[in-house]
């Protein structure tokens, strides 16, 4: 399985990004998918996660009600829509299928990561 993020970048404090992460071949509309984030210094940190068909969200509690995950399989990408965004929020944010159809803790596959820097 090939991932690749992107639409991360440069924003100021209380803008809004939409990172998108796209999967290969069609190879993971079955499985969960996953947004994870590392900040210098920092270990990795579950941000989101959204089970296969879309019917179920988790949120980790840095993002919870400033975020949402969604999916779109046709297009085998999946898109975390971030809102009020603050400078603890800049990392580099990384997608990742789960080998399972929901839930973040077997991770298959992990994307290259996308940088969001959110200035003051």
């Known amino acids: 399985v090939q991932l690749q993020a992107s639409g991360g970048g440069p924003v100021q404090a209380g803008g809004s990004l939409r990172p998108s992460c796209a999967c290969s071949?069609?190879?993971?509309?079955?499985?969960?998918m996953n947004w994870f984030r590392q900040a210098p210094g920092k270990e990795r940190e579950f941000v989101a996660s959204?089970?296969?068909?879309?019917?179920?969200?988790y949120y980790g509690d840095s993002v919870k009600g400033r975020s949402a995950i969604s999916r779109d399989n046709a297009k085998d990408t999946v898109y975390l829509q971030m809102n009020s965004l603050k400078p603890e929020d800049t990392a580099v944010y990384y997608c990742a299928v789960n080998r399972k159809a929901t839930g973040w803790g077997l991770i298959g596959s992990w994307g290259q990561g996308t940088q969001v820097t959110v200035s003051s």
């Open positions: 071949k069609r190879t993971c509309s079955n499985n969960a």
């Open positions: 959204i089970s296969w068909n879309g019917g179920s969200t």
